[in-house]
Structure formats: structure tokens, C-alpha cells
């Protein structure tokens, strides 16, 4: 079965940009997606199709694609922006989330 | 604007059966191109598909939930509805319905989940 890989965690300044990324095989023809997890709230899509970014999520977030990695950028990192944050990819007509990154802000 | 509400039992004992409703609102679940899925995260782990219904009716499954997930439709009502059988404490979780939106590139079907409901948290225990 398809597999998404991502780092457990990664910890970022405030103000600095935070790089979180997600491997799988052939994942750039995947265009895959992003979303935000809060404790207590539902998932928030933060990018789609790789690189494109859904109305209302702030220009910080930003993804790319390259290979077998797809990254999502957070630029000026605030402590608000602190959560899980899960890939999410179609294989052969099903859904696959990667594990999940806590982004810590400190 | 739509919106998503899911329903049903908080506590389930072990080895019965699952049952929750997503109603929709804003949006027909019988019609367009959009997906309408189930997903649940138990606590402290990650994001789990279980599975879709299409505009259609027709369904696709998480092989791992496969042989004990059924995901059906109430057209009249606007209700998709998820039914989970012999369930465990392992299947105690935060369970979300969430819209998926269908888009197909040059190469390639994909989709996303734009909106999702506040989720219902379903305890396995006896």
C-alpha cells in the first residue's frame, strides 16, 4: 500500500519559516494537499494541489513539489500557527494521509 | 454557506456496531462531481480515511476498514451515514465527515477535503 512519510516534529522561531516535508513515491504527480490540525478543532486545508492555496489561509503558507517530496513552507512563523499538519495524497482512487508533523513555535 | 454536522451514539460496546450520520446543508450530496468521506483520528495518532460515497452512490473503501465499513446515503434527507461492525477500543476515535472536491489534472484524478464537520468523538467501551 502507499505510504506518506513525514517528521514526527519540527520546532521553528517566531518569525522564522518553518519547512515541513512529506515523501512517498512519485509523490510530485500526485499533487498532494496540506491541511492544519488544532487540538479540539477539525482539519484545515492549507494548500492543494501542491502548490495552490484555498481562499483565507494567510500568504506564509506556501507548497512545492519535487520528485518524491512534496513541502510545505511557512514563512514569519507565528505561535498561532502551531499544530499538526498531515499530507494527504490520492492512490488508485483512495486516500492517504501522511503521519502527521507537530510544528512547535517557540 | 455548507455545512457538515455529524450524529449519533457517543458510547459503543465492544464487538456491536458503529452507526453515525453526516447531514449536509448548503450543498445535494446527489449530484455534482464532490465526494463526501469519513475520517476519524483516534487520540494521539493520526489522520485515518475510512472511506466515499460519490454523487452516484458508488462507494470506495479504506482496504484496511474494507470488511467492517459501509457508508450509505439518504437522499431525501441530504444524509450520508457510516456503519463500522465488531468494533474494539481501537476503533475509539474523533470521527469527521468531510467534503472531498474531485479535480482532474492533464495526468491525473485528485482530491482535496475543503470542508469538514466539528466531529463526533465515539468511545468503545463496555
Known amino acids: 500500500s502507499y505510504e506518506l512519510t513525514q517528521p514526527p516534529s519540527v520546532s521553528v522561531s517566531p518569525g522564522q519559516t518553518a519547512t515541513i516535508t512529506c515523501s512517498g513515491n512519485q509523490l510530485g504527480d500526485k499533487f498532494p494537499s496540506w491541511y492544519q490540525k488544532k487540538p479540539g478543532q477539525s482539519p484545515v486545508l492549507v494548500i492543494y494541489?501542491?502548490?495552490k492555496r484555498p481562499s483565507g489561509i494567510p500568504e506564509r503558507f506556501s507548497g512545492s513539489t519535487s520528485g518524491n517530496t512534496a513541502t510545505l513552507t511557512i514563512r514569519g512563523t507565528q505561535t498561532m500557527d502551531e499544530g499538526d499538519f498531515y499530507c494527504q495524497a490520492w492512490d488508485s482512487a483512495t486516500v492517504v494521509f501522511g503521519g502527521g508533523t507537530k510544528l512547535t513555535v517557540l | 454557506q455548507v455545512q457538515l454536522q455529524e450524529s449519533g451514539p457517543g458510547l459503543v460496546k465492544p464487538s456491536q456496531t458503529l452507526s453515525l450520520t453526516c447531514t449536509v446543508s448548503?450543498?445535494?450530496?446527489?449530484?455534482?462531481?464532490?465526494?463526501w468521506s469519513w475520517v476519524r483520528q483516534p487520540a494521539g495518532q493520526g489522520l485515518d480515511w475510512i472511506g466515499r460515497l460519490s454523487s452516484s452512490g458508488a462507494t470506495n473503501y479504506n482496504p484496511t476498514h474494507n470488511n467492517r465499513v459501509t457508508i450509505l446515503r439518504d437522499a431525501s434527507k441530504n444524509q450520508f451515514s457510516l456503519t463500522m461492525t465488531s468494533v474494539t477500543a481501537a476503533d475509539t476515535a474523533i470521527y469527521y465527515c468531510a467534503r472531498e472536491k474531485i479535480e482532474m489534472t492533464t495526468t491525473t484524478l485528485l482530491g482535496r477535503f475543503d470542508l469538514w464537520g466539528q466531529g463526533i468523538l465515539v468511545t468503545v467501551s463496555s
Open positions: 448548503g450543498d445535494s450530496i446527489s449530484s455534482g462531481t464532490d465526494y
Open positions: 494541489k501542491g502548490d
